[in-house]
Each structure stands twice: as C-alpha cells, then as structure tokens.
C-alpha cells in the first residue's frame, strides 16, 4: 500500500521519514531475508545460555528442547500476526499501536517495549565485550595484572569495561549506517553462525567421552508435580525472550515483498533455529561438565578454556559476530523507531538508536546475567508480564474489531475527528486494559525480586506470575474487547 503523505495533511509532530509508511519501491525482504534475519538474531549467546540453563535447572536434554521448541512455537503466532499489519500498510510498531492506544497512548507501550530492548541491547553488549576481553587475554597475558581502579560496586574491572565500550561502540556504527546495513549483515552472517555452532556441537561428541550416557541420563525431578513447578515458568521465559520481537516485528514486515515472505520466512526461521541452538547448548553444557567437572552455561566462559590459543581467539570472533549480527536487528530498530515515535520532529531513527546505546550502557547490564534463575525468573518472565498484555490489546483491536481494517492518514492526525484520536489523543479502554493485564502478576513479581515477604500475598496469587506471558495476554485480550464493545459507540468498524 503506497501512500503519497503531504505535509499539509498530517501533523508533523506525528511523522518523520522513519514512522511514514514504507514506499512500495523499498519493500524488497524476501523470505531469505526473513529467515536470515532469524538465525542471525537465533544463533547468539543469550538463545544459547536459556537452553543451557534448563538443564542447570533440572531438566534431561529432551524436556529442555521440547520446552524451547514449544514456547518458540507459541511466540511464532502473534509473531506473524503482528507482522500482517507491518506488509499491509508498510506501518513500523509505534505507529502501529497508536491503533488501540491512541496517537499521544501510543507512547506508552512503546516505551514500555523500548526500555526492555535497551536493557538487551546492554546484555548482548556486555556478551560481546566479554568476548573482546578474552581475545586480548590471549594477546596479552598479563592483562588480568593490571591494578583494579573501579570500584567495589561496579563488579568489573577497567579493562572489561574498555572492552564492553569497544563493542558497545561497534554497534553504534551500524546504527548510523541505517536498516540496510542491518539487513546485509543478517544475511552474510547466516550461513557462518550455523557453521560455527555445527563445530561447537561436533567438538562436544569428540572430546566428552561418555556424552551419550549422560544425554540419556533422567531430569532431577522427582515427580510430575516437581517438574510442571519447573516448566511453566520456563516456558514462559522462553516465550518472553522474543516478547518484544513479538510486538516490534512490523518495523522489519513493513520491508517484506509480500505476506507469504514473512510468514514463510519467520516460520522456517525463529522455531527451527532456535530449537537446534537448544540442542547445541544442552549438549555443549553436558560436555563441559564431562571435560571440566563443572556446568559452564555461558559459551565466552567454556571456550575461554580450550587450550588452543588460535581456536579460541577465532571462536571469540564468531562470538562477537553472532552477538553483532543480533544485536543490531533485535535490540536496536525497535527502541530506535520508538524513541523516534515521542518526539518524531527532533528524533529520527539514528538519535533513537543512540538513546537506546546510552540507556543499554548505564544500566550496568553485566548484573541482568550473573546467574541462570536471575535471567531466566526475573528478566524474562518480568519483562512478559508487561508485553504480554500489549499484544492482546494489539492483536484483539486489529483483527477482531477492525478486521484488519486501517485508516493510516488518521495515524498521522492530531484532528478530533481523527479515527484514533479517541480523548486527547489517548484511549482510556486500552490504558485500562494494560493495566488489569499487569497487576496480577505484580505480586509473584515482588515476591520474585524479595522486594516483599514470603507470605505477604497468598501462594496462588503470587503463583501466576509464573505464567506471566499468558496471564497479561489473556487478560488484556478479554477486558479490551470488552470494554470497546461496551462503551466505545464511535469504532466505525463495529
């Protein structure tokens, strides 16, 4: 859908040349692309480290790849749903949610969804960091003699730092380079990120003797009970890792040939690739215990250890690659299109980016990822409990009450008039929505970080915070419909 804008016709504090909507003649992606940009965002630390820590926390490979495969499968479907409006209208995420929250409320989960992808945007900036760190440690050996200046609290060492700044900066690079940078660098990646996990699986089988018995070996589990406590809050982490995705996949869709490129493209994508890196890293974890007595869930940690120099210095090369190639597509577009959505007249998507880089930098990320439970209990399922609710309200406004149905020059309106103009620019039915899609699972939250006491909220109230994904979904679906189909009489499409 080409449409020709005129600056007369829409309110310029509303659109800048990255929240229009994307010329017919720049829609190229193929469904190459699309599944190269999945394995290049699949294939990286983080997708490697979730699986990993399943079984650290109790799983056999089997229930850890299933319970990957599942929630990637679960998270594929809004996926594709929320990409239908980005080839439709060519609209990017912030635009998009101006639909149900109004064109000022649409601010709100776009910042929510932003703040999230800034805090990834650190984490795989530290990853990478960390990577650059070893390969200096195998240049200069007696780089861990220098004094530590930092303080106590900052948890790392000058050095670190330097290094985290160093790819911390890479990535800076690529975001003024633009999304056509983004979209070379996916698809040259590809192929040398499946390559380099293929050789990481392969040297697990040929140096960890007895694998196979302990690939065999049951889950720690000792009744069913134990088990399902276990899964469902990791199933909803899993689900949570590509939550923000979930929601921003339009800002990628809105470059897409036609439907068929990103719904292929996406399917053969994101479920196979994730689920064959959760078989690398439940296997490559096993190995390491084999090897070194001990469960190493962090690939930059066990690689650091092999005792050839020249492999280890290559390995971390492809990790800084893999680390590269997902950060820039799934941590920076995203935030980069919402920060722009605030103030679209001084901020475009290059200013956004940089705001995203500040705010991934002084968070202090190398604390998100101290421990498995931390990363797996508090950020992803904390995070899902407020992108969960956003996609139902999403996805119930546009396709249940609107048919899939837009009025894209009202998304750039500030007139009364305006179809999603709604009270002052915000709809107060999707706020409250959010809302109730949010506080149930705000206590187990609490609980989760020790905020509370143990028995300040009853068990099952705090329990639903293990699904949070679900619960906030759910939730936010049914009250929004509800109440537009209750008191909203000016929704035309109704």
Request: a positive charge; hydrophobic letters at 50%.
């Amino acid at each position: 859908m080409n449409i020709d804008f005129d600056n007369t016709l829409h309110d310029k504090s509303l659109i800048n040349h990255d929240l229009a909507p994307t010329p017919q003649e720049n829609r190229t992606w193929s469904i190459w692309n699309y599944t190269a940009l999945w394995i290049g965002m699949c294939i990286n630390i983080p997708s490697y480290m979730i699986a990993a820590s399943l079984i650290q926390g109790g799983m056999n490979i089997v229930q850890a790849v299933f319970t990957v495969l599942l929630g990637n499968i679960i998270v594929l479907i809004p996926m594709i749903l929320n990409g239908h409006i980005g080839v439709k209208y060519g609209i990017p995420f912030p635009v998009y949610s101006r639909i149900s929250f109004g064109v000022r409320g649409a601010n709100i989960p776009a910042l929510l969804r932003a703040i999230v992808a800034c805090g990834w945007f650190g984490i795989q900036s530290w990853i990478g960091g960390s990577a650059i760190y070893t390969m200096l440690q195998i240049l200069w050996l007696d780089i861990n003699k220098i004094p530590k200046i930092l303080p106590e609290w900052f948890s790392i060492s000058l050095v670190q730092l330097l290094c985290f700044l160093v790819f911390w900066s890479i990535n800076l690079f690529l975001i003024f380079r633009g999304i056509e940078s983004i979209k070379k660098l996916e698809s040259y990646c590809a192929p040398i990120l499946l390559l380099s996990g293929i050789a990481l699986l392969i040297w697990a089988f040929s140096n960890a003797h007895g694998l196979t018995n302990l690939i065999l070996a049951p889950s720690k589990f000792k009744s069913n009970t134990e088990f399902l406590k276990f899964f469902f809050p990791a199933l909803t982490g899993i689900i949570g890792f590509w939550a923000t995705l979930s929601l921003n996949i339009p800002d990628f869709t809105r470059y897409a040939k036609n439907q068929k490129a990103q719904i292929i493209g996406q399917s053969l994508g994101l479920p196979l690739t994730m689920t064959l890196i959760a078989f690398i890293g439940v296997i490559v974890t096993m190995a390491s215990f084999i090897i070194y007595g001990e469960y190493l869930w962090n690939p930059v940690e066990l690689v650091s250890k092999f005792e050839n120099k020249v492999i280890v210095f290559i390995s971390m090369a492809l990790i800084c690659l893999a680390t590269l190639a997902m950060n820039v597509a799934a941590n920076v577009v995203a935030p980069a299109n919402d920060f722009s959505n605030l103030c679209p007249s001084e901020i475009n998507f290059k200013k956004g980016g940089l705001i995203t880089a500040i705010i991934g930098l002084v968070i202090m990320p190398w604390k998100l990822v101290l421990d498995p439970s931390g990363y797996i209990f508090t950020w992803l399922v904390g995070y899902s409990a407020l992108l969960g609710p956003v996609a139902g309200i999403l996805l119930v406004d546009y396709f249940i009450l609107r048919k899939s149905f837009v009025n894209v020059n009202s998304l750039y309106s500030l007139s009364n008039s305006g179809d999603y103009f709604y009270t002052k620019g915000y709809n107060a039915y999707a706020l409250i929505a959010l809302l109730c899609g949010v506080l149930p699972n705000v206590p187990g939250f609490l609980l989760q970080i020790n905020f509370v006491p143990k028995d300040l909220f009853p068990e099952y109230l705090t329990g639903l915070y293990h699904y949070a994904w679900f619960i906030g979904l759910l939730i936010s679906s049914v009250c929004y419909l509800t109440l537009m189909k209750s008191f909203n009489h000016n929704l035309k499409q109704i």
